[in-house]
């Protein structure tokens, strides 16, 4: 029987990866820190291994449908389903940020709530 499998988006930092860190002490079963970037998830990872933790790492970008369609396929390639999901992954745009607000609310919509 596959291993039972938890994910947290957007984890390579700040709450996402305190989550990572309390799932790798409490759960029975694999944990995924996913982040955009692989080198800071990668960072992150080993920062946890330093810990005795053994979280797994995988490239997940929520914007990018060529992302979430591999790593869908590797979940049902891998997995029997998700038993954990937390859905971390957030963008916010800064005070200085050039793009009308309409286009900020609806891309922080988009990626925050949907």
Do not use: W
Request: overall charge negative; proline content about 3%.
């Amino acid at each position: 029987m596959p291993a039972k499998l938890a994910i947290v988006t957007g984890s390579n930092k700040g709450i996402g990866y305190a989550v990572v860190k309390a799932l790798c002490e409490k759960f029975d079963g694999d944990v995924y820190l996913t982040a955009r970037d692989t080198e800071r998830g990668r960072m992150a990872v080993e920062s946890l291994n330093r810990l005795g933790l053994k979280p797994k790492f995988h490239q997940l970008d929520i914007t990018d449908d060529g992302s979430l369609a591999e790593f869908k396929g590797f979940v049902r390639d891998n997995y029997a389903g998700i038993d954990v999901l937390v859905n971390n992954a957030a963008i916010a745009f800064k005070m200085d940020a050039t793009e009308p607000f309409a286009v900020q609310a609806d891309e922080t919509m988009r990626v925050n709530y949907f």
